[in-house]
């Protein structure tokens, strides 16, 4: 790892940390996991000739003491120590964040005396200088408010190139380009880089070669992780919902191939809203989105809603995080009309809102709503223009019903291939394809009840036509009832 | 711990380094697929997580790892004895013992049950994010050194996300996850116990159908159970699964036990019942063979006592091990201790799947207000896109004022079916009376069921099994007194008489708003059929 040659970014951070250093004590050097700070502060740690103290220092410190209460003090004691010696004038703390700390009932916050006692390094040790590491900042502020802080900028496709470099020599990295997969998955840190690559070397063969595509197939396959449980899905394609030919075309052209065929240079829609009654397919579509693009699709629904609204919140924005962290990605809210009715959930407008707007800048996620009933999506939401695609999800034509119909009538019950579908079309007027499935299935129950109680079996055409009569009963009744509900 | 104590846990190997031979035990397909997914990924990083509810086999794929890579295993075992060791708030320092120590050992350190770790150490007070530092210790290690390598399991996160020490990994290492067992994976488990021959005998994809969440702890005791039998067939373990292995939240000791030819009037909804619930459940060879599901969603509606929650004490015996309830005494303070019990039971029920779900008072459950969350969360996750498994559940609710039932729920098209619970008319009550009467009273068979049905217009099901009580009480007030007894008939004529003493003394104190809901001062007489078939 020490010989390899800083990314742009990197270096970038090197360069900002001596300037640091030359206008004060102490800096802090801030990134993610896998960004890279070792690398930066082992070449600093070179150039400065300067100590460098890390969790291992912090995990020997601590066997030797006696209480195992007393680690701040181990801490502590470290890195005076190590200010303290005369043969340095540099010292570079890593893992600042994952120094153990005292809760609220033992010495609270003493490790922040810890951090004040750096701040003040300039003046109880003239010419010496701190240079702290640690992936956030959070309960960092007496040393954030002292000290100069450097961010690592998020990686581009530069940094990526000069990974590739360090990892497969400056030959076989051009094969690679660099810009497609960062137009693929923009925030992958190092370790994801080096699993990549060292994955790509190892199934690469002679119909899949070293290069691009075998790359990016490794992260499709190893390392990008969406919140999907795809098992959990059931198994849908585009090609398998008639009626849906349209709809599916707009998701390709707008928001699939601008994901995936990064050399056009396209962006997929930032706002999708797909809206339809209930049962005519947005679910199905969301299912077949999320089997087409595997480890990118981040899934909002209603059991978010099973707990505490803070907690909700945390978990709304854990999946927004992690859909930027794999952009380009879709972030599916389901039934988001019902979403937005939850008073408790008042804020979600807002926090929609300006992620929409924060994604504009430079990510790429595509926010994709589904509503029953648009009139319930807010109109802050529908009219900031931040939904540019709105798809409609019809009630299928007799044509489409029929195709539904002879695709669920499979081949088990009795002449179920001489079926009269378009017959059948006729007398499911404002059906939706939801509804036409069940009553297939509605026709298989009352086909095994006869079989169960030996009664002679009727043809498929009057399973189908009962099963229509029985799903007519039933939504009467329920007709029934709401109507009830506009009398009250 | 002294540097002394950890030196010395150093240089002592970790205690399972022999492990068992495995080799005559075969993992499933599942296991296998994730032994090969670890196993690639190892090839090219240094650590990698594997995450399995408890009895997916974690232990075994770690296991074989352990042994083909000549690795240390350590578990929960290590652990403890290594902090016994040391100081009581140094268990973590306990941990990284046992890693260092393996490490020196091994170049691969496989590490089992991290997820008791994670727990024990969560709310250290006083050394907060000890194991996070461990941990990422324990990676550097694994980095530091060209071919070592970490291997670590835990169970899946609950609803609350991964507890922060493992983000230490998920940053740095790929995750691999168990999935669901399959007919293939049952056959290869119960075969580990039974020989394959024996497997050979069973339809294990029924098997697999009736109870397709059973953990590898489960299908070892019904291994084990089988043991005993000479020739176990199909049928009997699937008994045997429902008897002895399934466990649903219903008590059915607690249950009344009733079955479904005891309901008269309710013909219909039986039979709608049947073909819709009981034979996709029951019938497997039928359900097979035409792919049926139990129905999604099942509404029954009617005015109180009209028999709903009898039918689900009928289903919940017929449905032995694969009836689920929620009712009123889930509802608690605070909302998320409610929710933790519906996601239990919701959890249950599929992991029994196909099963019953059975949402008593539906009506009164979703109108509570801190609970609103519900219908939400209730829809998505049957409904929603990741509803594959619960597909399979029937979410059956019982109203007695459909109105109240939400709106969003029921435009869903989750409701599949609309059973109205209806007042019975005279031949029913008739029916009903003459069912619960019995013979012990003196004159049964002269019982003037006509008359007494007429006198009874308007009441429901529950009032005329009262009346059969009452009556047979004032008959056993007169015998334990020992005066002259009456005719069964006169009995009745008499509770019948009280009962409606009782309703007019009720109506007078109370007002009038409890007969709002009934039209015309009467709710509807069965005289149709539901509609079903």
């Not at chain 1, 992690?322 to 009715?341: E, G, K, R, T, Y």
């Not at chain 2, 039209?519 to 059929?529: A, L, M, Q």
Request: glycine share 6%.
């Amino acid at each position: 790892m020490m010989e390899m040659t800083l990314t742009p970014t990197q270096a970038a951070s090197r360069a900002a940390l001596l300037d640091a250093l030359q206008n004060g004590p102490l800096a802090l050097l801030r990134a993610d996991p896998g960004a890279g700070k070792t690398t930066v502060l082992h070449q600093l740690a070179a150039e400065l000739k300067a100590t460098r103290l890390d969790a291992s220092h912090w995990l020997s410190a601590f066997g030797e003491l006696v209480q195992p209460q007393h680690c701040e003090d181990a801490v502590c004691g470290a890195i005076l120590a190590a200010l303290s010696d005369t043969g340095t004038d540099t010292l570079i703390v890593e893992d600042l964040d994952y120094i153990p700390r005292g809760n609220f009932l033992h010495r609270t916050d003493y490790i922040d005396l810890v951090a004040k006692l750096a701040t003040e390094i300039g003046r109880s040790h003239p010419g010496k200088r701190l240079v702290l590491s640690t992936n956030r900042l959070h309960d960092l502020e007496l040393i954030t408010s002292r000290a100069r802080v450097v961010e690592m900028a998020s990686v581009t496709a530069a940094d990526y190139a000069a990974v590739f470099t360090n990892l497969l020599g400056a030959e076989v990295t051009t094969a690679i380009d660099a810009k497609l997969v960062h137009h693929y998955a923009s925030r992958l840190n190092g370790h994801q880089l080096r699993l990549a690559c060292r994955l790509m070397l190892q199934t690469a063969d002679e119909a899949n070669p070293i290069g691009t595509a075998r790359l990016i197939a490794c992260l499709k396959a190893w390392v990008l992780h969406d919140n999907t449980r795809l098992h959990e899905v059931e198994p849908l394609r585009f090609d398998q919902l008639p009626g849906s030919e349209a709809i599916a075309g707009a998701l390709e052209t707008q928001v699939v191939i601008p994901m995936q065929n990064q050399a056009l240079g396209l962006k997929p829609k930032r706002g999708v809203l797909l809206y339809g009654p209930p049962g005519s397919g947005k679910t199905s579509i969301g299912r077949a989105l999320a089997h087409r693009l595997q480890g990118k699709f981040f899934l909002i629904d209603g059991t978010f809603m099973a707990q505490p609204s803070g907690q909700f919140f945390t978990k709304i924005q854990k999946t927004m995080a992690d859909a930027i962290a794999n952009a380009p990605s879709v972030v599916f809210i389901d039934d988001a009309d019902v979403l937005f009715q939850e008073p408790l959930l008042a804020g979600l407008t807002r926090y929609l809102l300006s992620m929409l707007d924060g994604l504009e800048s430079e990510t790429q996620v595509c926010v994709m709503l589904t509503a029953m009933d648009v009139r319930h999506v807010p109109d802050a939401l529908m009219r900031s223009g931040r939904v540019e695609l709105w798809l409609e999800t019809p009630l299928p034509d007799a044509a489409t019903r029929a195709r539904i119909l002879v695709q669920h009538a499979g081949d088990l019950l009795p002449g179920a291939k001489a079926i009269d579908a378009a017959a059948l079309a006729a007398l499911t007027g404002e059906l939706t394809p939801a509804d036409l499935r069940r009553i297939a299935a509605d026709a298989h129950a009352l086909y095994g009840y006869h079989l169960a109680k030996n009664s002679a079996p009727l043809s498929a055409q009057a399973y189908f036509e009962r099963a229509i009569e029985n799903l007519r009963i039933s939504r009467r009744r329920m007709h029934e009832v709401l109507e009830a509900v506009v009398m009250v | 711990m002294t540097m002394n104590a950890i030196t010395a846990l150093a240089h002592r190997p970790p205690s399972d380094l022999s492990i068992s031979p495995l080799s005559a035990f075969s993992l499933s397909p599942a296991q296998t697929a994730a032994h090969n997914q670890i196993a690639r990924i190892l090839s090219a990083s240094p650590a990698v997580t594997l995450l399995g509810t408890p009895g997916s086999g974690r232990t075994t794929i770690l296991r074989r790892l352990a042994q083909d890579l000549g690795a240390s295993y350590v578990s929960v075992k290590d652990f403890l004895v290594a902090a016994s060791a040391g100081h009581p708030l140094a268990f973590e320092d306990g941990f990284m013992a046992v890693v260092v120590a393996a490490f020196a050992a091994t170049p691969v350190v496989v590490i089992d049950d991290f997820e008791y770790l994670a727990v024990v150490t969560n709310r250290n007070m006083v050394r907060g994010a000890y194991l996070r530092l461990a941990v990422k210790r324990a990676f550097d290690m694994a980095v530091a050194e060209s071919g070592r390598r970490l291997v670590v399991t835990a169970q899946p996160p609950g609803e609350g996300g991964y507890p922060p020490v493992f983000d230490v990994l998920a940053d740095r290492s790929p995750i691999v996850t168990l999935t669901k067992f399959c007919a293939v994976d049952y056959s290869a488990i119960l075969a580990n116990t039974m020989g394959t021959e024996r497997v050979a005998t069973l339809d294990v994809l029924a098997i697999y159908r009736y109870a397709s969440g059973l953990n590898g702890y489960q299908l070892r005791l019904v291994a084990a159970l089988l043991a005993a039998q000479p020739a176990p067939t199909t049928e009997g373990v699937i008994e045997l699964i429902a008897r002895d292995v399934l466990h649903s939240n219903a008590r059915t000791a607690e249950i009344e036990e009733i079955s479904f030819d005891r309901l008269p009037g309710a013909e219909h909804m039986v039979e709608a019942l049947e073909t819709n619930i009981v034979l996709p459940l029951e019938n497997r060879v039928l359900a097979q063979r035409l792919g049926l599901k139990p129905k999604r969603g099942v509404l029954l509606y009617g005015p109180p006592g009209t028999g709903k929650t009898t039918i689900g004490r009928a289903l919940a015996h017929r449905m032995k091990g694969k009836f689920f309830m929620i009712d009123g005494s889930f509802i608690s303070e605070p909302p998320a201790a409610f929710f933790e019990k519906v996601k239990a039971v919701v959890h249950d029920a599929k992991e029994n799947a196909p099963s019953v779900l059975f949402i008593d008072d539906a009506d009164v459950l979703f109108r509570i207000d801190h609970i609103s969350g519900l219908v939400r969360y209730l829809l998505s996750l049957l409904d929603g896109l990741e509803s594959e498994t619960a597909s399979n559940v029937c979410v059956m609710m019982t109203a007695m004022n459909a109105r109240h039932v939400p709106e969003a729920l029921l435009r869903s098209g989750r409701v599949e079916l609309w059973l109205e619970t209806r007042l019975p008319n005279a031949a029913n009550r008739a029916k009903i009376l003459a069912l619960y009467a019995g013979t012990e009273m003196p004159s049964s068979e002269f019982i003037n069921y006509p008359d007494l049905a007429e006198a009874t217009d308007g009441f429901t099901p529950a009032d005329l099994r009262r009346i059969a009580g009452d009556a047979k009480a004032l008959y056993g007030y007169d015998v334990a007194l020992q005066r002259p007894t009456r005719y069964a008939t006169q009995y009745l004529q008499q509770a019948v008489a009280n009962i409606i003493a009782d309703r007019k003394r009720m109506a007078d104190t109370l007002d009038d708003d409890g007969e709002r809901n009934k039209k015309d001062g009467k709710y509807p007489v069965n005289t149709e059929s539901c509609g079903w078939n």
